[in-house]
């Protein structure tokens, strides 16, 4: 469900590109040193925003690594940025994951998506006991989705509030002066991702008689699918950008913008730009 939080490197100065790399190599390797291999799989683009956007307004103190290079890249030199707040943007990776990992099981029966939830198992128990409102939060939400899914919701607003709600006690790092305007930012956020999410798979998920709350409208001949799903998830950026520009961030503000004012929209106009050549083909 997750990974449109992305960068748009074309828009991105070569210093800007090379610290984005240096925290996506700082996640990356910490991932690996807390459990090992099988941590790095977990890498996600979007708790690399979070890395970004908590260093940004709480500015700690920052290791920077020069010359560094991995067992996966060992011919590229590389920066790699870490600080305090690894830990806790690695054990939100591992929230997500392991939930996202069980849902798979639970919706289409991957056998190795519950291999490795199980192997996640002893990780997982460790970020829930060091972090029990986020970790209430994950579990929650992936209990309400179900009761939505299996009763056919068909509230696209209600369900994407589900991904909010989760998403913005994620981004609320600690209850301080700064934890509502991250929640709320996180809020919008989960909502556009629970409403891209749906966007993309939409036309899957009909062939394969899956749940969707956007179906009914896609099927709709009345309606303009792709004007109406447009129009919600830029509200839904929308608000979210609203939140991050009220909070006093400087520190990688260009990288942060970029993200959120054009790297979310990469998937989208992939997709449309894939369904209309589709459509094209059929006329």
């Not at 240096?22 to 807390?34: E, F, K, P, V």
């Not at 179900?146 to 509230?155: A, F, I, R, T, V």
């Not at 006093?248 to 997709?271: A, C, F, T």
Request: charged share 25%.
């Amino acid at each position: 469900m997750f990974g449109y939080v992305i960068v748009d490197r074309d828009s991105l100065s070569d210093e800007n590109k090379k610290i984005y790399q240096a925290y996506y190599c700082g996640l990356c390797q910490r991932l690996r040193t807390r459990y090992g291999a099988k941590g790095q799989l977990l890498l996600n683009y979007d708790i690399v925003f979070l890395q970004l956007l908590l260093t940004g307004l709480y500015e700690p103190k920052e290791q920077i690594r020069e010359n560094f290079s991995c067992h996966l890249h060992p011919f590229k030199k590389r920066q790699l940025r870490e600080n305090e707040l690894l830990e806790y943007c690695s054990s939100m990776n591992v929230l997500l994951a392991y939930h996202n990992l069980q849902d798979d099981w639970h919706d289409n029966h991957n056998f190795i998506k519950h291999s490795y939830a199980k192997w996640l198992q002893k990780d997982y128990e460790q970020a829930k006991h060091d972090y029990p409102r986020q970790a209430n939060a994950v579990e929650n939400y992936m209990k309400k989705l179900s009761g939505y899914e299996q009763s056919n919701e068909p509230n696209v607003d209600l369900v994407a509030g589900l991904t909010g709600e989760m998403l913005g006690e994620l981004f609320a790092y600690k209850k301080d002066e700064w934890y509502d305007e991250l929640k709320n930012l996180g809020m919008f956020l989960g909502k556009f991702i629970y409403l891209m999410d749906a966007y993309e798979d939409v036309d899957r998920d009909i062939k394969h008689g899956r749940y969707n709350p956007l179906i009914a409208l896609r099927q709709d001949s009345s309606q303009n699918f792709e004007l109406i799903c447009n129009l919600q998830m830029t509200t839904m950026i929308s608000e979210c950008a609203k939140s991050f520009e009220r909070l006093p961030i400087l520190l990688y503000s260009d990288i942060l913008r970029n993200i959120l004012y054009s790297g979310v929209w990469s998937k989208y106009h992939y997709i449309r730009r894939k369904r209309e050549k589709k459509q094209e083909g059929t006329l």
